[in-house]
């Protein structure tokens, strides 16, 4: 055995592993909060986003120059500002530059950068790029000392905290990220909306998120579509900083022609891969889940353009785009979460209001520091300028001591009393610069800038001048990119949708086709296809047998009522096929332990049921009261005792109820006399005594009351027969005699 483990001696610190493991993941929760996926609320940008731009900037990629390889861009970004991976920094560029996922582009792409169908870009040694006009204005002034700049990760350069940021790019470009313990969503906006709002957020410091939402009606996605949503849910939205937004696609009917038409659907949500909607589409195709579609094809080219083609003429277009709009990608619930840096150091959800704030706070903080810099460059020049002018003062003494001296500076600076700085602009000015035009000159810049510092010392010191002169540059930005510009207009549209409440969906998104549903004694369910009349061939699982057997449709609702009383829903098109024995009800909804089924028949809109109970207690229910929207179903009949649910038979326009018990009592008495309740006991149908109601039936008088024997023969017995069992409700009835030999059960 080898010898036992010693600890090395020396300065061993012990640390407790709950203590380390915090201090750990505490750091690098913060490290992911502010480094990597939140972005500041006054540039809008993360960190990488942020060093891109700036290394693009190092390497002079202007608009207005020639592109460079994104290998060098991604190369020089790496070793310099962000050590982190190179494909990180390349998807990072690669989406600043893809105008269906930024609504304002900061790097302008050369090569396949990808594209809506969600291919991915080229290598970044085929691609190439440059900034773009938006972006030059986020790094506007950068070199003025207008922003702080901080040593990058290995101390051989700086690189900027936060850029001057002159585009409301937050809000315009929004942000995605999601941190440790927290995440950001912001949609992208109009630019010239957001100028609005800052606009009228100066005149009005107090103004409120709801008054700013009058300019910033909504988000303006870079791939168009339709706003759904209601004002007050926008507002509510862009109040509290939390919310979503649902967007549709945009539709229109296109006339093919003799009555024939197709859909074209031009624009998609924004963040929705084309190439997977089709998709998506072509599988519920197939699965024959959109019985009014009958094909899909992309046919884009530049612009989107997908066509759907319904599965007759006579199809209801708004119903079929309804029915895609629920199944598919076709509408998308965009989320908004504003949770960014504030002031580059704390993490907070905040409002439109706050959002915009941020902006024009950093904004001024920007001029400030933009106008101090060109003062204390004023200044400098002034100085130089002083001395400048006494060389033409005395220019022969000047020359003199030049030409004399074997220190000419500290003897210029003695005789004229001149600063070092003023001394050597004197020395180092030029002799063809000694003519008088260049003496002219010289007074005028002198006069000019005079004029310039006393201007900037005025806007230094009122905060009216320097809120001026933001609101002029907003103005300039809002020029730039106002809604009458390509690029400025808005492009996603707010609209109300159709109003769809009287469509039946579940009808419209499944084919309607006959079927006959079967349930077994022990409550397993299952839907043969078409309407089948002869149930007696139907085979079960072990010792199990029919239950019960009716014909419905595929677009049908199926009420089924347990012995507890309450009444589930099931659809139709999800029963099981039936190839095989079908499945168990209890695995569709959730029914208590020690629970049967005791009846189930279709749904019929606006129509009425008769729902008792063991007791003989009992009363008629409208069916819309009935339908349960989850598995937990809906609580309808109260029960007493050892009381089961019994009955739960149509009740439609029928006159009269019969019911029977157990011990063979019929009553017959009018069914006005029962109640109509949405739920409840009811009221006592007949006295049962010792027994238990069996069965019940709501009839019309004038036709019979239908009725089978155990055979399975159908019988109808008439008014003049029924007339010795009629009676009034809560009897107990009269005992069937002849009139009803082998009486198995009511109806046909």
């Known amino acids: 055995m080898g010898q036992p483990f010693e600890p090395p001696t020396g300065d061993v610190e012990s640390v407790e592993l709950k203590t380390a493991l915090e201090e750990r993941y505490l750091a690098y929760a913060l490290s992911t909060i502010m480094h990597r996926a939140l972005p500041d609320a006054r540039d809008g940008l993360k960190p990488v986003h942020r060093r891109i731009l700036y290394g693009m900037r190092l390497l002079r990629l202007d ?182 937004f649902r967007v549709r696609a945009r539709w229109a009917k296109e006339d093919l022609g003799r009555g024939t038409w197709n859909i074209v659907v031009s624009e998609i949500p924004y963040g929705v891969p084309k190439a997977r909607l089709i998709e998506k589409l072509a599988e519920l195709l197939q699965e024959r889940k959109l019985p009014l579609l009958a094909d899909v094809r992309d046919e884009s080219a530049e612009d989107v353009r997908i066509v759907l083609e319904p599965r007759s003429r006579s199809v209801d277009p708004v119903v079929l785009m309804e029915s895609l709009f629920r199944l598919s990608e076709l509408e998308a619930r965009i989320p908004l979460n504003m949770n960014v840096l504030v002031g580059g150091q704390v993490p907070r959800v905040i409002g439109l209001a706050e959002a915009l704030r941020a902006w024009l706070d950093h904004r001024r903080v920007v001029l400030q520091r933009r106008s101090q810099y060109r003062l204390g460059q004023i200044e400098r020049r002034l100085e130089i300028l002083g001395g400048l002018l006494i060389v033409y003062l005395d220019l022969d003494e000047v020359i003199r001591i030049i030409r004399e001296e074997d220190e000419p500076k500290p003897a210029l600076i003695a005789r004229f009393t001149l600063t070092e700085i003023q001394a050597n602009a004197i020395l180092d000015t030029r002799l063809r610069s000694l003519r008088k035009l260049e003496e002219m000159e010289l007074k005028r810049e002198l006069e000019s800038l005079t004029a310039e510092k006393e201007g900037l010392e005025g806007l230094l010191g009122s905060e009216a001048q320097q809120w001026t002169s933001i609101k002029a540059q907003i103005r300039a930005v809002k020029k730039t990119f106002g809604p009458e510009t390509k690029i400025g207009a808005r492009r996603t549209t707010l609209e109300n949708p159709p109003d769809t409440a009287g469509i039946d969906f579940t009808a419209a998104m499944v084919e309607r086709e006959p079927i006959t549903v079967i349930v077994s004694q022990k409550g397993w369910v299952r839907a043969l296809k078409g309407h089948v009349a002869d149930l007696s061939g139907i085979t079960f699982k072990g010792d199990d047998s029919l239950k019960i057997g009716f014909p419905s449709e595929t677009t049908a609702k199926i009420l089924v009522l347990a ?44 129509s009425r049921l008769l729902i008792a109970g063991s007791d003989g207690r009992g009363f008629l229910a409208p069916t819309d009261a009935l339908i349960a929207n989850t598995r937990k179903g809906k609580g309808i009949l109260g029960l007493d005792g050892e009381a089961v649910a019994a009955v739960l038979v149509p ?98």
């Open 63 to 244: 608009p207005n120059t020639a592109h460079k390889k994104c290998a060098k861009i991604v190369g020089d970004v790496m070793g310099d500002f962000h050590p982190h991976g190179d494909q990180a920094i390349y998807d990072a560029l690669v989406r600043l530059s893809q105008d269906f996922s930024q609504r304002y582009p900061l790097v302008d792409g050369q090569g396949n950068f990808g594209n809506i169908d969600g291919d991915g870009p080229a290598a970044y040694r085929y691609t190439e790029a440059r900034l773009t006009e938006v972006a030059r204005l986020l790094l506007d002034g950068i070199d003025e000392d207008t922003v702080d700049f901080r040593p990058s990760y290995n101390g051989e350069k700086e690189e900027p905290s936060v850029l001057p940021a002159a585009f409301p790019n937050l809000l315009a470009n929004g942000s995605q990220g999601i941190a440790v313990g927290m995440a950001t969503s912001i949609p992208p906006h109009n630019a010239a909306e957001l100028c609005d709002a800052a606009l009228y957020l100066i005149s009005h410091p107090a103004a409120t998120s709801e008054q700013l939402n009058s300019f910033v009606k909504g988000p303006d996605f870079p791939t168009g579509g339709i706003l759904i949503d209601s004002a007050q849910t926008i507002t509510e939205a862009y109040r509290t900083g939390r919310g979503a």
């Open 563 to 606: 012995s507890n009383g309450k009444v589930f829903t099931l659809e139709a098109s999800k029963l099981p096929g039936g190839r095989g024995f079908g499945d168990p009800i209890r695995l569709m909804v959730d029914l208590d332990e020690g629970t049967e089924i005791v009846a189930a028949l279709p749904y019929q809109a606006g």
């Open 651 to 748: 009740a439609g326009e029928g006159d009269h109820v019969a019911v029977c018990s157990s011990d063979k009592l019929l009553l017959v008495f009018p069914a006005s006399e029962l109640p109509e309740l949405a739920r409840g006991k009811g009221v006592r149908l007949q006295r049962c005594r010792g027994a238990a109601l069996a069965d019940a039936c709501v009839f019309t008088l004038a036709e019979g009351l239908p009725w089978r024997e155990a055979s399975g023969q159908s019988r109808l017995a008439n008014a003049q027969v029924l007339e010795k069992w009629m009676g009034h409700r809560a009897e107990a009835g009269t005992l069937m005699t002849r009139s009803f030999p082998k009486f198995e059960r009511f109806g046909r």
